[in-house]
């Protein structure tokens, strides 16, 4: 069983398009009708990428806006029952950045909701039964800082310190 599992894996890994090896960081969420978003970060661009899931078929791939050399990680994907799309991450500089893709719309583009003056690093991101989403990540100088988006929106709310 081990030697079928290695070969296996062998033929994953050698079928793979030349694209996915090139990515390290990668996050996927779907919603109750079976949508599907992805995002990843791209080693030779350091954007972040995205792809879509429905009917059967995946999108051709999209750069979210104003992520080039963001260096993401972690990546956070939630997606609301109305297909709207919600990433949050972090780069290597210490900030935390968002994009939201509204139903049959584009990318946003990408956002600082983390304070420029301080380090932040591990964000979270949930969504609620209703498509509000909450971020939460830990701010250095300040502890637990949380931000809130309203479902249908693209702008997060001032970060508000939950822990010192």
């Known amino acids: 069983m081990k ?22 960081i990668w996050v996927a ?8 978003v992805t995002a990843w970060a791209s080693n030779d661009s350091s954007d972040v990428k995205t792809a879509f899931y429905s009917l059967g078929a995946w999108s051709a791939v999209e750069s979210v806006p104003n992520s080039a ?7 956070c994907a939630s ?5 709207n799309s919600i990433l949050v991450w972090g780069d290597d500089s ?37 498509g509000n989403a909450t971020a ?15 479902v249908g929106t693209t702008t997060w709310s001032a970060p508000v310190t939950i822990s010192g």
């Open 29 to 36: 969420a779907s919603n109750v009708t079976g949508e599907v």
């Open 3 to 24: 030697i079928l599992n290695t070969m296996l894996a062998s033929l994953v890994l050698a079928t793979a398009p030349a694209l996915a090896q090139n990515e390290y």
């Open 94 to 130: 210490g900030t935390i950045w968002s994009s939201v893709k509204l139903a049959g719309q584009d990318w946003s583009n990408a956002a600082m909701i983390s304070l420029a003056a301080d380090y932040s690093v591990e964000p979270i991101l949930t969504i609620d039964p209703a």
């Open 136 to 150: 939460i990540w830990l701010d250095y100088e300040l502890g637990l800082q949380s931000s809130n988006l309203p």
């Open 79 to 83: 997606m609301d029952t109305l297909g």
């Open 69 to 75: 050399s963001s260096y993401a990680d972690p990546i």
